[in-house]
């Protein structure tokens, strides 16, 4: 019965202890939708949930990289909530599309005008970035979020690989592999093919009129032969009977 009892007791301490730590699972993240080559443009969404009980999480500041800086940064517009984009002037102007860019956002700022992210529930606020660099696998976003209580959570701690996760990481973005053509169209290969394709079209074409032409002709100069050759039947049949009546 003792033994019963023990375990029962260590089973409902475990599940306390996981139902206390459960929160800690839970942070501030971002994924892209879809993927996010690099040398190409995606859409990215910061996923934040609430983790208190008796707040709501009422602002998001995302910091942008200055290592790899972004040119081009929307946020999509998300209901109850109004963005302000910061942007900075950059030490080493970047070059996109054949044009210098002297400037580019360091940070984008989410402040909720009405409830907020109440407890319980999380929120996506999407972005579109590019274009994205090519000489790195990831970036890091560092976030903090306020809640209604006026605590502040600093997502900012960059997880490092072979370590354990740190206790308030921040949101970081795996670039995948770089595509032939970053705008997502037909790839160089792809539109040779069709080329090819078409030339062959073309040829097979070309090589059918001859033999279109030839049968045509062919069937005429049939025709022909006949009637001429009945007219030399009838000819004969005529010469013949003009003998016989003579």
């Known amino acids: 019965m003792k033994a019963s009892r023990l375990a029962a007791a260590g089973a409902l301490a475990g599940t306390a202890v996981l139902a206390l730590s459960a929160p800690a699972f839970a942070h501030v993240s971002v994924q892209p939708e879809g993927t996010a080559a690099k040398g190409g443009y995606a859409v990215v969404d910061f996923k934040v949930p609430n983790e208190r009980d008796n707040a709501s999480t009422t602002k998001l500041e995302v910091t942008f990289p200055t290592d790899h800086p972004l040119a081009s940064v929307m ?3 998300v209901p109850g909530w109004k963005p302000e984009v910061t942007k900075s002037t950059l030490d080493k102007p970047l070059e996109m ?3 210098k860019i002297t400037e580019a956002v ?3 700022t989410w402040t909720a005008d009405g409830k907020g992210i109440e407890p319980g529930f999380f929120q996506k606020f999407p972005v579109s970035i590019g274009q994205l660099p090519e000489d790195a696998d990831e970036l890091v976003f560092k976030a903090i979020q306020t809640y209604s209580n006026k605590e502040v959570v600093r997502w900012i701690e960059v997880p490092q690989e072979g370590q354990e996760e740190p206790e308030n990481p921040a949101p970081v973005l795996t670039l995948s592999a ?4 970053h705008h997502g169209s037909s790839s160089s290969s792809d539109k040779a093919a069709d080329s090819d394709d078409a030339e062959a079209a073309a040829a097979k074409t070309e090589a059918a009129k001859p033999a279109d032409s030839s049968d045509t002709t062919a069937r005429v100069l049939g025709v022909v032969g006949i009637v001429v050759g009945a007219l030399g039947v009838a000819y004969g049949v ?3 009977r003009r003998r016989t009546e003579a």
Do not use: E
């Open 75 to 77: 946020p999509q517009p």
């Open 97 to 99: 599309h054949g044009k």
């Open 106 to 108: 360091t940070k984008v």
């Open 178 to 181: 770089a595509q032939d053509d």
């Open 238 to 240: 005529l010469a013949g």
